[in-house]
């Protein structure tokens, strides 16, 4: 099986920061992408960024210059760097992971979820 856990989420104030981590665990032959996703009550799920094992990424336009994507492969461990930070930020923050198992089979999973609330 394969385990993603979160970290780091919590209040700030608007205009702070917060960086979110998740680590990969378990059963990894590969990971191919990694991304954030985002859901705010009576609001569809949307994606925040993704990126490849190849370092490529991919933002919503809305925190484009504001929040950063990284991925360190040796850890299995992605992270979202979110400055400059809004009260439209203030959402349920999921981290996603697409690969394969060591026993060769494909795998979509999900974190848990980390809560994020910007407010002053």
């Known amino acids: 099986q394969v385990q993603l856990v979160e970290s780091g989420g919590g209040l700030v104030q608007p205009g702070g920061s917060l960086r979110l981590s998740c680590a990969a665990s378990?059963?990894?032959?590969?990971?191919?992408?990694m991304g954030w996703y985002r859901q705010a009550p009576g609001k569809q799920r949307e994606l925040v960024a993704g990126?490849?094992?190849?370092?490529?990424?991919n933002y919503l336009d809305s925190v484009k210059g504001r929040f950063t994507i990284s991925r360190d492969n040796a850890k299995n461990t992605v992270y979202l760097q979110m400055n400059s930070l809004k009260p439209e930020d203030t959402a349920v923050y999921y981290c996603?992971?697409?690969?394969?198992?060591?026993?060769?089979?494909?795998?979509?999973?999900w974190g848990q979820g980390t809560q994020v609330t910007v407010s002053s």
């Open positions: 996603n992971a697409r690969g394969t198992t060591m026993a060769l089979q494909e795998y979509d999973y």
């Open positions: 378990g059963s990894i032959f590969s990971i191919n992408l």
């Open positions: 990126i490849t094992s190849g370092g490529s990424t």
